[in-house]
Antibody, heavy 121, light 106 residues
Framework: QLQLKESGPGPVKPSETLSLTCTVSGFSITDSKFFWDWIRQTPGSGLEWIGT???????YYNPSVQSRVSMSVDISTNQFSLNLRTVTAADTAVYFC?????????????WGQGILVSVSS | DIQMTQSPSSLSANIGDRVTITCRAS??????LNWYQQKPGKAPKLLISRTSTLQSGVPSRFSAIGSGTEFALTVSSLQPEDFATYYC?????????FGQGTMLEI
């Protein structure tokens, strides 16, 4: 049974780097029909797509964060990760990882439960 | 970026009612529109892909239509478990963008 689960070190201070990992179980991230995405949600801005990565490391990022973001994939552990540099309070959000169907649909068909990341001094 | 605008932002309805939520794109996205349902404290759940394709396990009381810039999600007879927030999302081009959500309340 496919599951995605976000993990991270907890609160982040302003100007530091937010690092999250998504562990995928019950499905191989090397399936070429899928990409792997990060999406965040704030009360004020709603749902915001951050970026996507393929198992081969191809990435696309939202221009809103492109200068600060990087994503990586580790096929040996079936995980993918998000790094967001120089964070501010505006980056406080619930961060979701999600499976993204490539091809015709391009939807987010499975999501992790989400992890709240607070940016605060 | 393609802007997605949903209406209404919130909607009060009763069990058994038929409700429709609309979603408008700032430019033509053909049929590249997905709908999600989110309940408090949970992740969004994919309901409908590519304008009108119901996901496996989604009740047939959910349906959706549209093309170009105008789309709509209809629930034909509301059940208690349908009270949630609904989001549209365009998959026509990156950055993928979501509507602001429609909260469906009793």
């Amino acid at each position: 049974q496919l599951q995605l689960k976000e993990s991270g070190p907890g609160p982040v201070k302003p100007s530091e780097t937010l690092s999250l990992t998504c562990t995928v179980s019950g499905f191989s991230i090397t399936d070429s029909k899928f990409f792997w995405d990060w999406i965040r949600q704030t009360p004020g801005s709603g749902l915001e797509w951050i970026g996507t990565i393929s198992y081969t490391g191809i990435t696309y990022y939202n221009p809103s964060v492109q200068s600060r973001v990087s994503m990586s994939v580790d096929i040996s552990t079936n995980q993918f990760s998000l790094n967001l540099r120089t964070v501010t309070a505006a980056d406080t959000a619930v961060y979701f990882c999600a499976r993204h169907r490539a091809g015709v649909y391009r939807d987010f068909d499975f999501w992790g439960q989400g992890i709240l990341v607070s940016v605060s001094s | 970026d393609i802007q997605m605008t949903q209406s209404p932002s919130s909607l009060s309805a009763n069990i058994g009612d038929r409700v429709t939520i609309t979603c408008r794109a700032s430019r033509d996205i053909t049929n590249n529109l997905n709908w999600y349902q989110q309940k408090p404290g949970k992740a969004p759940k994919l309901l409908i892909s590519r304008t009108s394709t119901l996901q496996s396990g989604v009740p047939s009381r959910f349906s959706a239509i549209g093309s170009g810039t105008e789309f709509a999600l209809t629930v034909s007879s509301l059940q208690p478990e349908d009270f949630a927030t609904y989001y549209c999302q365009q998959s026509f081009s990156v950055p993928y963008t979501f509507g602001q959500g429609t909260m469906l309340e009793i």
